[in-house]
T-cell receptor, first 113, second 113 residues
Framework: QQQVKQSPQSLIVQKGGISIINCAYE??????FPWYQQFPGKGPALLIA?????SEKKEGRFTISFNKSAKQFSLHIMDSQPGDSATYFC????????????FGTGTRLQVTL | SQTIHQWPATLVQPVGSPLSLECTVE??????LYWYRQAAGRGLQLLFY??????ISSEVPQNLSASRPQDRQFILSSKKLLLSDSGFYLC????????????FGEGSRLTVL
């Protein structure tokens, strides 16, 4: 019940294209869904996050789409750039006194010229 | 502004040797503190978290332990390392008392030979 399943494992997109990464969760108590971006040799950093009271959240070129009934959420990167090449992790947690995030297995994105 | 420091950045240890990884946070008080381990293809796994001095919660039974001797200091230890302890260890903090953004350190790469 604590799993977060992420796909694809790796993704190659041309510059200017749309990158789409999908995640599915099982625990219906989860109510916080962030995406983290990690560059090689660095710690992950928060990219964008959503709570289940909305179905979509957009910040610049990054959009989270959330489907509560299907227990799925996805990250869309519009106009993908080479600088977006990184590993992306979805995560989920339930409200509480600590941010006990359950992470997906990660997607390595490569944006080619 | 808040900063998180984690050291050492890399270390190579023989099987059976002890381990001590340290993490300190500056610029905030009463943070929640976390230790995650990142293994290839397996995402980030929460090992320990702490909501206050001396308060440690273990998420995964293992060969490791954690301590929080001061408000902004978090230590990951082992008395005898196993080969399976190799990995990338990440310390993180979040604002105390709520679910929210995790701020990660730069990580420590441990290789056990």
């Amino acid at each position: 019940q604590q799993q977060v399943k992420q796909s694809p494992q790796s993704l190659i997109v041309q510059k200017g294209g749309i990158s789409i990464i999908n995640c599915a969760y099982e625990n219906t108590a989860f109510d916080y869904f962030p995406w983290y971006q990690q560059f090689p040799g660095k710690g992950p950093a928060l990219l964008i996050a959503i709570r289940p009271d909305v179905s979509e959240k957009k910040e610049g070129r990054f959009t989270i789409s959330f489907n509560k009934s299907a227990k799925q959420f996805s990250l869309h990167i519009m106009d993908s750039q080479p600088g977006d090449s990184a590993t992306y992790f979805c995560a989920a947690s339930r409200s509480g006194t600590a941010s006990k995030l359950t992470f997906g297995t990660g997607t390595r994105l490569q944006v080619t010229l | 502004s808040q900063t998180i420091h984690q050291w050492p950045a890399t270390l190579v240890q023989p099987v059976g040797s002890p381990l001590s990884l340290e993490c300190t946070v500056e610029g905030t008080s009463n943070p929640n503190l976390y230790w995650y381990r990142q293994a290839a293809g397996r995402g980030l796994q929460l090992l320990f978290y702490s909501v206050g001095i001396g308060q440690i919660s273990s998420e995964v039974p293992q060969n490791l332990s954690a301590s929080r001797p001061q408000d902004r200091q978090f230590i990951l230890s082992s008395k005898k390392l196993l080969l399976s302890d190799s990995g990338f260890y990440l310390c993180a903090w979040s604002v105390g008392g709520a679910t929210g953004e995790l701020f990660f350190g730069e990580g420590s790469r441990l290789t056990v030979l």
